[in-house]
């Protein structure tokens, strides 16, 4: 089975603070996604990288940034939390054209 | 900008009966598709994926294709309480592997 983890379930940050959201997926997967989901928007995506320390923008990237040191991990960062990034975060991973979804972090900016 | 439409229901369906739900595409060169099922507060998870015209089967699921009309069905047989969710639509873009998600059909199944 595909196990995909996030490193919270739930997350409380005040305006202007550095934000690290975490991903971890078990199956040596090449493809790792970020996603947010909100109420009437959907999932949109906000980076994916496709190999280490490779990345490509998403449809909604701005105010966000990505990490990829190794395969397994794949970070999200809001280098200065603002209250519209209150949501829910997904991280996802594929080998080929599946995507596995890890169990979400809710975020909530203050 | 790809779009994938979804009609947000809430679908009630009786329980033991067939739940449908549709899914269309605009981009006409997709070849990959997907149902997601997502319970409130969950993440979405993986139940179908379609890649050629006709149906697929798997347990009390289906999924159809027909790409010369654009669209995706899902048909879950003889539904049961616990198939209450939002079903989410998945299209793959024809060059790379980035996912256009619908908004999700919502999904109530009465005893």
């Known amino acids: 089975d595909v196990k995909v983890t996030q490193s919270s379930r739930y997350l409380v940050k005040r305006t202007g603070e550095k934000v690290f959201l975490e991903c971890v997926q078990d199956?040596?997967?090449?493809?790792m996604f970020w996603y947010r989901q909100d109420p009437g928007l959907g999932l949109r995506l906000i980076y994916f990288s496709y190999d280490v320390k490779m990345k490509e923008k998403g449809d909604i990237p701005e105010g966000y940034s990505v990490s990829r040191e190794k395969k397994e991990r794949f970070s999200l960062i809001l280098e200065s939390a603002s209250t519209n990034q209150t949501s829910m975060y997904l991280c996802a991973s594929s080998f080929l054209f599946e995507q596995y979804f890890g169990p979400g972090t809710r975020l909530t900016v203050t | 900008q790809k779009e994938v439409e979804q009609n947000s229901g809430p679908l009630s369906v009786p329980e033991g009966a067939i739940a449908s739900l549709n899914c269309t595409y605009s981009?006409?060169?997709?070849?990959?598709f997907f149902w997601y099922r997502q319970y409130s507060g969950k993440s979405p998870e993986l139940i179908m994926s379609?890649?050629?015209?006709g149906d697929k089967e798997d347990g009390r699921f289906t999924a159809q294709l027909n790409k010369a009309s654009q669209y995706v069905s899902l048909l879950i047989r003889d539904s049961q309480p616990s198939d209450s969710a939002t079903y989410l639509c998945a299209v793959m873009e024809a060059a790379g592997n980035k996912l256009t998600f619908g908004g999700g059909t919502r999904v109530l199944v009465k005893p």
């Open positions: 379609i890649y050629s015209n």
């Open positions: 981009d006409r060169v997709s070849q990959s």
């Open positions: 199956m040596d997967h090449e493809n």
